[in-house]
């Protein structure tokens, strides 16, 4: 969560920090993983939530490299 707010904060894209957020729900698993067997499928889950995530974010991060994906306004409305 706290990846996701930061990088909504800094990039202004929601799709960027749903990919970025992931990558580290991934990342923090695989770091903090228990090797016990029990634990195992947290780590195939995470991998494969982590899948699911970008396959469904396949059109947006097209649009981030054409750098056409759109940004959210953050901050208030200015009165006119």
């Known amino acids: ?8 904060l800094i990039s202004k894209i929601v799709s960027l920090s749903s990919l970025l957020a992931t990558v580290t729900v991934v990342a923090f698993t695989a770091v903090f ?3 016990g067997a029990t634990l195992l499928w947290q780590l195939i889950l995470a991998a494969l939530m982590g899948l699911i995530v970008f396959l469904k974010h396949s ?4 649009r981030l490299i054409k750098g056409e994906e759109k940004h959210i ?8």
């Not at 059109?59 to 097209?62: G, V, W």
């Open 1 to 8: 969560l706290v990846c996701f707010i930061l990088s909504i």
């Open 33 to 35: 993983y228990n090797r």
């Open 59 to 62: 059109d947006n991060i097209k």
């Open 73 to 80: 306004k953050i901050g208030r409305k200015k009165d006119v």
